[in-house]
């Protein structure tokens, strides 16, 4: 059985703490992060579903991981015209992935847009995703638990310096003075700091002060008090 379709979603964006919230088109009609509920009414509405079959795999009361759970669904589909079966996995109760393969090497005639074979086939692993609430769900082998919470707290703690800041204009005048000196720290690390915290700290002082000079004080304060709004980034036990 060959494979001819992968597809799977991450909901994790970095870049200024951001968390999406929508949903990806997946295999044909399926969208990451549907219910399995949901998906079961879309088979349902095939009239295929009695040849459908499902497993599940969760962890156990004495493993000392985060509680998870993977449920696979898998059966016939249709797709660009071509039987085949197609694969469903959901990690904790919504849609990761979706897989698509032939019954046979005969059914492999596929084509893209300008007449060419697809490519080889495509492995995506899903190692953890973070929910609107903070909540990250995964293995995380790539420790992004910690990564998240780093930055996080790196961006949140420079910009209270600012937001903190008493009204007069010495006081002001000294936490810019320490925001500049955060900006301009060395690489030399001290060896009870985190170089990642220290490096991030950096880049969001260094931010703030590029929005100051370019736009003024009024504009700095405000990108502070963004970082405040951003949820604990938290996983069960």
Known sequence: MKLLFSSAV???CIAVGCIPTGSTRLCDG??????????RKKISDTGMSGRWQESSERTVK???RPAYKFLTLAGPFRLSG???HVKLTFYNDRLMSTEFSTESDRDTNLVDRDGRPPGPPLAVILDA?????GELVGPDLTHTFDMVSTRVKAEQDIHQKLLRAGNTGADRAAVWDEIGRAAQKSRAYDDKV???YARMQRAHADELLR????????AAIELAKTSAKYPKIWRRQ
């Open 194 to 196: 985190d170089p990642r």
């Open 211 to 218: 929005v100051r000079d370019a736009k003024g004080e009024a």
């Open 82 to 84: 071509v039987e085949g």
């Open 129 to 133: 995703v973070i929910f609107e609430d």
């Open 30 to 39: 399926f969208e990451s992060y549907e219910t399995v509920k949901e998906v």
């Open 10 to 12: 991450l909901s994790l």
């Open 62 to 64: 004495s493993d000392p």
